[in-house]
């Protein structure tokens, strides 16, 4: 009896061995700076997009590693296959989805103005002689160049930065008079630094998670693993634990 028990145990430990031994990890690219979706806390790359991914792998079997690189790397590090999924608050849009497979929409966003808190100017710190910062790569970026700087709106200089954490402590040290960037990372940058969001562009914004075009496989399970997210509450937690 006690030689069964043991050949159990022994069956059941190699069992477990060899699952987790099996468990792909995929290599998750985000882009550090962007609170609460992912930052940088006590040197460990933390937020809203690492639990989601996570909780995804949890419930399709795959396990997460996360790199931190600049925004605008993303795509080409995708692309050449150094990172398996993108988590970094990744608008969907149709030249992104020309080069990369995004999943299904699991955030909405627009675009915030942010300037230094002791500024009285709102909206119209956009127009006129006025030095701007922005995430290089980023639909603020895109924004500010289609909107502003090709109709001649905006005739001061647009500073781009590999990151908002940059963007930030200038808009901060008043080196530059205004930041666009995502709402509600502007709003959350707001609550600890000396600056403030003035002005919501509706800009109807969706966030997706990406893969690389025709990893099918992947993308359905990072689909079927938001589904499951949403339906058993976790995605309202993770929801609450961040934004409220
Ligand atoms: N949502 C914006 C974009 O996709 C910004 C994302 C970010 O800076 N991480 O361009």
Known sequence: MKKILVLMLLVFAVFAFSFSAYAETYVVGTSAGFPPFEYVEDGEIVGFDMDLITEIGNRQGFEVEFRDISFDSLIPALTTGSIDIIAAAMTITEERAEVLDFSDPYYSANQAVLVHEDSEEGLTILFGDNDIG???????????????????????????????????????????????????????????????????????????????????????????????????????????????
Request: hydrophobic fraction near 35%; charge should be negative.
């Open 134 to 244: 922005v995430q290089t790569g980023t639909t603020g970026d895109i924004w500010v160049q289609d909107h502003l700087v090709e109709p001649g709106i905006l005739t001061g200089n647009v500073r781009n930065y590999d990151s908002f954490v940059l963007v930030i402590r200038d808009l901060a040290n008043q080196n530059i008079d205004g930041v666009v960037l995502d709402k509600p990372v502007g709003e959350t940058y707001s609550q600890g630094n000396p600056v403030k969001v003035v002005a919501e562009i509706i800009t109807g914004e969706e966030y997706g998670m990406a893969v690389a075009q025709g990893n099918d496989e992947l993308l359905e399970k990072i689909n079927a693993g938001l589904e499951e997210v949403r339906e058993d509450g976790t995605m309202d937690e993770l929801i609450e634990k961040y934004f409220e």
